[in-house]
């Protein structure tokens, strides 16, 4: 199949202010014809949902929430980038798509990112216009700090609450929208499955997760922002009820699943502590502006950190990386902390940690000015280890954070169905194999806010949609089939719960798919993971009923869809044999034992396509081009 | 170290209830609360029994998905900390735990000891933001905000929507979780053109909502995982009747060309 | 608009912190009545032999249009009070069908939990109190013009009293949370104030109870004849 990106010609930074005159509009009276399905309501679907409302389209959103403004998007604790050059620091635009392009190791659309570049500022703009309350200085402008991969202070931030305040913005937004009558929630509810009608995108079908009602709802667009698929590996810092089925039914439907194997390992999480943990927390990443990270020179140390003196700490980041140092990018500071375990010089409880220490920010800033900075983090991180990082080094982990990969989208955030619009996390994205911090919800706000109400207008303007009820035989028979396959999962009566397997799949994947890939690795994945599969559907148990809130046949569906999605990653990562940004493949690394990419063989988008159970998918390349930055090795030294 | 859970089984809205009895033998210190329940609903599972439905999602203690009210107390013994953030660790060998869902005439359970707060999201539709449509906000600097101003608005906006305040209030009153919106907004210059009319439709659908009344307990602050305090009900309460006593009555306008 | 003012002021005086306000408000005209009627009350005991006070009393009684303006005014708080606080408890009541099987308090204290108990008992009081005071009823020997007798005569009656302690111990604790709910209802919270407020409440609830029941024990102690 052809990938058509539908980049616009010209200079890139001219290409969306031309594309922005060349979409074709929808005259105001004709909007309220149309409705469009949002799923997902965190900052991409809210933001999204909201302006749809504002410029007068009817909205339907849906979310498994029990209110849209428990969307995962809440958790994001770091900032928002904005290349605002407030700092008067050398920050532009060109800067900050520079930055993302590279950060994300050149697997990235140049022309989306740029893009996101323009966007960002008017983000931030909006949002203080919602009352988004940003930390501000003394003088009452509004405060920057710096973040992983960057050497500019461009994240903007409210406390170590971010994402929640960004959020409620969208959510408050989308209230009123609702108030006004223009967009109707649904919460509670989860996307089951997608209807095509004539090969475009017209409806969904939902359950009612508390009465288990399934009902099809259409429209004339679907929306999709329902984030990503971290939980693939059980243990990661999504919320737990993140899962992939929305963009896997789609998928299964016709859309493309672009570059999979990309996700993101997150540096500083709180490690695990034991065989009941259900989730990982993550700390935000800007405590390594002031926090040093550090592991014993000695293997199997086992003195407490005091006692370990100056001389025998390796502060390997700032060792290896002098100019980044400890504010390298994930990816790398990810490795890095997994190979120090992997010499035997981790600390902490099952030697699967490495210090993050305050010591000498405490004693050069006060602690009062590092309890300003992170007090809410060094809290969390109190509650939960009931250790005080004041006093001793916080102990950290990686974890599984972020997917970069997700449906492949053109410039327009379409998929290649016709009408199926995917944005934020839950798209391929522009952050390429890996991305920058603050740049998830820059991304998520932009594709919301600034870019889909102009694109969809496109589509709906240029489109001859005939009117589909929910009574339109593809709406009945995929109805059906959802019906089937729960009815399906409820019948067979097994003996293992959903969880058991979910855990499982997740140990495969993190022990083969993780920081560190390699064919073997990967062929065992490719082979146990339907074995499990098979299992799954043989001997699962589901207790309840389906007309009723019964969360274990809710779980027991995402978990359905991680097997069948987790395959996919491996054979993703499996056929990209280079290194690149969050995917690092053993075989393919510098003397040093640095990623090593392969632009010869690899500089593509790799997107999947479904064609049949049992059926090995489709490989489709869309090649990456780049006319304003030079591929060059990352190099963060 | 052993637990006892009585735990409240309800299968629906209009279903009685009752407390059941479940041991849990080996709960570990360092296990959260949630995981205890996890472990007890894989064991329950196993043995054909429906496990608890409890309502949980990100479990870093910032969606407010999750709340139990733990031997009286929503959230648990530990200040400041939702249930997914609440250890075992807070808890002693042999204790005897009652789990109640959050119980309020505006929060209807569903099952077990997940309820339905969506009353909370009407009472945010009925004016809880600030009305600028997408696009037409002045560079973000434009207006400075002192950080004093922006600090107080930030420590009402940490509200995470949780409900504790409404399960821990003896009247079942919203106040807390209303005043905190009210006032996040209301201090900020951007939410001044609103600030009033906002007031005075919020707390009408608040009311409407079947919440109690204050009595000024000051059991909201206690229970609030955010440390939200009462201070912004005083707000809200000025705000209120501000709006009630001074603002002049809506006229309807005639459509203009 | 007549129609738009009856829709604001029902609109106002009907929603929660509407009632709450009425609450705070009659609460503060009968908050000044008890200081008031305390600080006549006290002349009993300037050592005159009750001239004063009774010349306070006849004070009042010649002035019956700023006495009946009065009691108008703290009848009319009063029912009010009472009124909006059965329809509050009511409401507030139905707002929790089904009740905790456990309740932990961690922060409410016992004044603010048993305002809807302490304040029943004291309406109950004010009955007796005119009864015995007012209209003399229940008095064993009442004289219309002749206050300090009927004070001491009334006191002196160990019943009487102990009723009368045990009333002004609960108007101490109505008024240790009232006086600072009151003003939290209206608004008037800040952390430079908050300590202050909060003390002061205390300490003006113990003054008014100290006060007041420093004159049946006078009595009984026979420290006033």
């Known amino acids: 199949m052809e990938l058509k990106s539908n980049v616009p010609e010209g200079p890139v930074e001219k290409k969306w202010e031309k594309h922005r005159f060349d979409l074709k509009l929808v005259n105001p009276a004709n909007k309220r014809k149309y409705t469009i399905l949002v799923v997902g309501t965190g900052l991409a679907g809210a933001s999204a949902?909201?302006?749809?409302?504002?410029?007068?389209?009817?909205?339907?959103?849906?979310?498994?929430?029990?209110?849209?403004?428990?969307?995962?998007?809440?958790?994001?604790?770091?900032?928002?980038?904005?290349?605002?050059?407030?700092?008067?620091?050398?920050?532009?635009?060109?800067?900050?798509?520079?930055?993302?392009?590279?950060?994300?190791?050149?697997?990235?659309?140049?022309?989306?990112?740029?893009?996101?570049?323009?966007?960002?500022?008017?983000?931030?703009?909006?949002?203080?216009?919602?009352?988004?309350?940003?930390?501000?200085?003394?003088?009452?402008?509004?405060?920057?700090?710096?973040?992983?991969?960057?050497?500019?202070?461009?994240?903007?931030?409210?406390?170590?609450?971010?994402g929640q305040q960004l959020l409620l913005g969208a959510y408050q937004a989308m209230e009123r929208q609702i108030g006004t009558g223009m967009v109707k929630v649904f919460p509670r509810t989860e996307m089951l499955d997608l209807v095509l009608v004539n090969g475009a995108a017209r409806g969904i079908v939902?359950?009612?997760l508390v009465t288990g009602k399934i009902e099809t709802h259409t429209g004339d667009a679907v929306v999709l922002a329902t984030g990503g698929y971290a939980n693939v590996?059980?243990?990661?810092?999504?919320?737990?009820?993140?899962?992939?089925?929305?963009?896997?039914?789609?998928?299964?439907?016709?859309?493309?699943?672009?570059?999979?194997?990309?996700?993101?390992?997150?540096?500083?999480?709180?490690?695990?502590?034991?065989?009941?943990?259900?989730?990982?927390?993550?700390?935000?990443?800007?405590?390594?502006?002031?926090?040093?990270?550090?592991?014993?020179?000695?293997?199997?140390?086992?003195?407490?950190?005091?006692?370990?003196?100056?001389?025998?700490?390796?502060?390997?980041?700032?060792?290896?990386?002098?100019?980044?140092?400890?504010?390298?990018?994930?990816?790398?500071?990810?490795?890095?902390?997994?190979?120090?375990?992997?010499?035997?010089?981790?600390?902490?409880?099952?030697?699967?940690?490495?210090?993050?220490?305050?010591?000498?920010?405490?004693?050069?800033?006060?602690?009062?000015?590092?309890?300003?900075?992170?007090?809410?983090?060094?809290e969390m991180y109190e509650r939960i280890t009931d250790e005080n990082p004041y006093k001793v080094p916080?102990?950290?982990?990686?974890?599984?954070?972020?997917?970069?990969?997700?449906?492949?989208?053109?410039?327009?955030?379409?998929?290649?169905?016709?009408?199926?619009?995917?944005?934020?996390?839950?798209?391929?994205?522009?952050?390429?194999?890996?991305?920058?911090?603050?740049?998830?919800?820059?991304?998520?706000?932009?594709?919301?806010?600034?870019?889909?109400?102009?694109?969809?207008?496109?589509?709906?303007?240029?489109?001859?949609?005939?009117?589909?009820?929910?009574?339109?035989?593809?709406?009945?028979?995929?109805?059906?089939?959802?019906?089937?396959?729960?009815?399906?999962?409820?019948?067979?009566?097994?003996?293992?719960?959903?969880?058991?397997?979910?855990?499982?799949?997740?140990?495969?994947?993190?022990?083969?798919?993780?920081?560190?890939?390699?064919?073997?690795?990967?062929?065992?994945?490719?082979?146990?993971?339907?074995?499990?599969?098979?299992?799954?559907?043989k001997n699962v148990t589901v207790l309840g009923a389906g007309e009723e809130f019964n969360q274990s046949l809710e779980k027991a569906g995402r978990v359905a869809d991680f097997l069948e999605f987790g395959e996919l990653l491996c054979l993703d990562a499996h056929h990209r044999r280079e290194s690149c940004g969050g995917h690092f493949r053993e075989e393919s690394q510098t003397p040093e034992g640095e990623a090593l990419r392969d632009d010869q063989n690899f500089c593509y988008v790799a997107a999947w396509g479904f064609k049949g159970d049992g059926q090995k998918p489709e490989l489709n390349r869309e090649p990456l081009t780049f006319e304003s930055v030079h591929l060059t090795q990352r190099s963060y030294k | 170290?052993?637990?006892?859970?009585?735990?409240?089984?309800?299968?629906?809205?209009?279903?009685?209830?009752?407390?059941?009895?479940?041991?849990?033998?080996?709960?570990?210190?360092?296990?959260?609360?949630?995981?205890?329940?996890?472990?007890?609903?894989?064991?329950?599972?196993?043995?054909?029994?429906?496990?608890?439905?409890?309502?949980?999602?990100?479990?870093?203690?910032?969606?407010?998905?999750?709340?139990?009210?733990?031997?009286?107390?929503?959230?648990?013994?530990?200040?400041?900390?939702?249930?997914?953030?609440?250890?075992?660790?807070?808890f002693r060998d042999g204790d005897h735990l009652t789990c109640e869902p959050w119980r309020a005439r505006a929060f209807p359970v569903i099952r077990d000891l997940a309820v339905d707060r969506s009353a909370f999201d009407r009472i945010v539709e009925a004016g809880g933001f600030i009305g600028v449509n997408t696009g037409s906000a002045p560079d973000g600097n434009s207006i400075p905000i002192p950080k004093k101003t922006a600090d107080l608005s930030m420590d009402a906006a940490a509200c995470i929507g949780c409900g504790a305040c409404v399960a821990a209030c003896p009247n079942a009153s919203a106040m807390l979780f209303v005043a905190a919106k009210i006032s996040h907004l209301g201090l900020l210059p951007q939410g001044q053109p609103e600030r009033f009319d906002r007031a005075a439709k919020m707390v009408a659908r608040m009311d409407g909502e079947g919440f109690g009344n204050c009595t000024n307990t000051r059991e909201c602050e206690a229970a609030c995982p955010k440390e939200i305090g009462?201070?912004?009900?005083?707000?809200?309460?000025?705000?209120?009747?501000?709006?009630?006593?001074?603002?002049?009555?809506?006229?309807?306008?005639?459509?203009?060309? | 608009m007549g129609g738009t003012s009856t829709c604001w002021v029902r609109q106002l005086f009907l929603s929660s912190i509407g009632k709450k306000s009425v609450m705070a408000v009659t609460g503060l005209v009968l908050f000044?009545?008890?200081?008031?009627?305390?600080?006549?009350?006290?002349?009993?005991?300037?050592?005159?032999?009750?001239?004063?006070?009774?010349?306070?009393?006849?004070?009042?009684?010649?002035?019956?249009?700023?006495?009946?303006?009065?009691?108008?005014?703290?009848?009319?708080?009063?029912?009010?009070?009472?009124?909006?606080?059965?329809?509050?408890?009511?409401?507030?009541?139905?707002?929790?069908?089904?009740?905790?099987?456990?309740?932990?308090?961690?922060?409410?204290?016992?004044?603010?939990?048993?305002?809807?108990?302490?304040?029943?008992?004291?309406?109950?009081?004010?009955?007796?109190?005119?009864?015995?005071?007012?209209?003399?009823?229940?008095?064993?020997?009442?004289?219309?013009?002749?206050?300090?007798?009927?004070?001491?005569?009334?006191?002196?009656?160990?019943a009487a009293s102990a009723v009368y302690i045990v009333a002004m111990a609960l108007l101490g604790l109505h008024l240790f949370h009232g006086l600072w709910s009151m003003c939290q209802s209206l608004g008037v919270n800040h952390p430079k104030y908050n300590a202050l407020l909060r003390a002061g409440s205390a300490a003006v609830a113990s003054a008014i109870t100290i006060g007041y029941i420093a004159i049946p024990v006078a009595v009984m102690a026979k420290l006033l004849k």
């Open chain 1, 49 to 162: 949902a909201a302006s749809f409302g504002e410029l007068g389209y009817n909205v339907k959103a849906f979310c498994f929430q029990d209110s849209p403004r428990r969307a995962h998007s809440i958790a994001a604790q770091g900032g928002i980038n904005a290349a605002k050059n407030y700092c008067n620091d050398g920050d532009s635009v060109h800067r900050l798509f520079y930055d993302t392009v590279k950060g994300g190791d050149y697997r990235a659309r140049e022309a989306n990112v740029h893009r996101l570049a323009e966007i960002s500022v008017s983000i931030i703009d909006q949002c203080v216009a919602q009352g988004v309350p940003f930390a501000r200085e003394y003088g009452g402008l509004l405060a920057n700090r710096s973040f992983g991969g960057t050497q500019v202070s461009r994240t903007f931030y409210a406390r170590g609450q971010t």
């Open chain 1, 206 to 208: 939902t359950r009612n």
């Open chain 1, 233 to 378: 590996f059980y243990l990661s810092t999504n919320a737990k009820g993140c899962n992939v089925m929305a963009i896997w039914r789609a998928y299964r439907r016709g859309a493309l699943m672009a570059n999979p194997c990309y996700t993101q390992i997150h540096p500083t999480c709180i490690p695990v502590s034991g065989e009941y943990q259900s989730k990982l927390t993550l700390m935000s990443e800007s405590l390594r502006n002031d926090g040093r990270i550090w592991v014993p020179m000695k293997k199997d140390d086992a003195r407490p950190a005091s006692q370990i003196p100056e001389s025998e700490r390796d502060y390997y980041l700032e060792r290896r990386y002098p100019s980044f140092g400890n504010l390298v990018p994930r990816d790398v500071a990810s490795r890095a902390a997994k190979a120090a375990c992997d010499e035997g010089r981790g600390v902490g409880p099952g030697k699967l940690g490495v210090y993050l220490d305050f010591a000498d920010a405490i004693r050069r800033l006060g602690e009062k000015t590092i309890a300003d900075k992170y007090g809410n983090l060094f």
């Open chain 1, 394 to 537: 916080m102990r950290i982990f990686p974890a599984s954070h972020y997917a970069m990969g997700g449906l492949w989208v053109d410039y327009n955030l379409m998929s290649n169905i016709p009408g199926l619009y995917v944005l934020g996390e839950a798209n391929f994205s522009d952050h390429g194999a890996n991305r920058l911090g603050a740049s998830a919800l820059m991304q998520g706000l932009a594709d919301g806010y600034f870019i889909v109400p102009y694109t969809i207008g496109d589509y709906l303007a240029k489109s001859k949609l005939e009117k589909v009820g929910a009574d339109h035989p593809e709406a009945k028979k995929v109805e059906a089939e959802a019906n089937e396959r729960l009815k399906k999962l409820l019948a067979i009566k097994g003996k293992r719960t959903p969880d058991s397997f979910h855990k499982d799949l997740g140990k495969l994947m993190w022990d083969n798919c993780g920081m560190a890939r390699n064919a073997k690795g990967l062929e065992t994945n490719l082979q146990r993971i339907p074995e499990l599969r098979e299992e799954f559907w």
């Open chain 2, 1 to 90: 170290m052993r637990i006892t859970l009585h735990i409240w089984r309800q299968k629906g809205p209009h279903d009685a209830g009752r407390l059941v009895t479940y041991e849990v033998p080996d709960a570990s210190p360092e296990m959260s609360f949630l995981e205890m329940l996890d472990v007890l609903n894989e064991r329950l599972t196993a043995k054909g029994e429906e496990p608890v439905a409890f309502d949980h999602d990100c479990r870093e203690g910032i969606c407010g998905t999750c709340g139990v009210v733990i031997n009286g107390i929503p959230h648990g013994p530990r200040a400041a900390t939702t249930t997914c953030q609440l250890h075992m660790r807070s």
């Open chain 2, 230 to 257: 009462v201070e912004f009900i005083a707000r809200m309460n000025r705000d209120f009747l501000r709006a009630g006593v001074a603002d002049r009555p809506e006229k309807a306008t005639a459509g203009g060309a």
């Open chain 3, 32 to 158: 000044g009545f008890v200081v008031g009627h305390l600080v006549g009350n006290l002349q009993v005991f300037i050592p005159d032999d009750g001239k004063k006070l009774n010349a306070y009393a006849a004070f009042l009684k010649a002035n019956a249009g700023v006495l009946w303006g009065a009691r108008i005014v703290l009848l009319a708080a009063l029912l009010a009070h009472v009124g909006i606080a059965i329809l509050l408890a009511l409401e507030n009541r139905g707002a929790r069908p089904v009740a905790y099987r456990v309740k932990t308090y961690r922060e409410a204290s016992y004044a603010a939990r048993t305002m809807i108990i302490s304040g029943p008992l004291i309406l109950l009081y004010v009955v007796y109190h005119l009864l015995h005071f007012t209209w003399g009823t229940v008095h064993p020997s009442f004289n219309h013009d002749d206050v300090y007798h009927n004070v001491i005569t009334g006191f002196q009656q160990p």
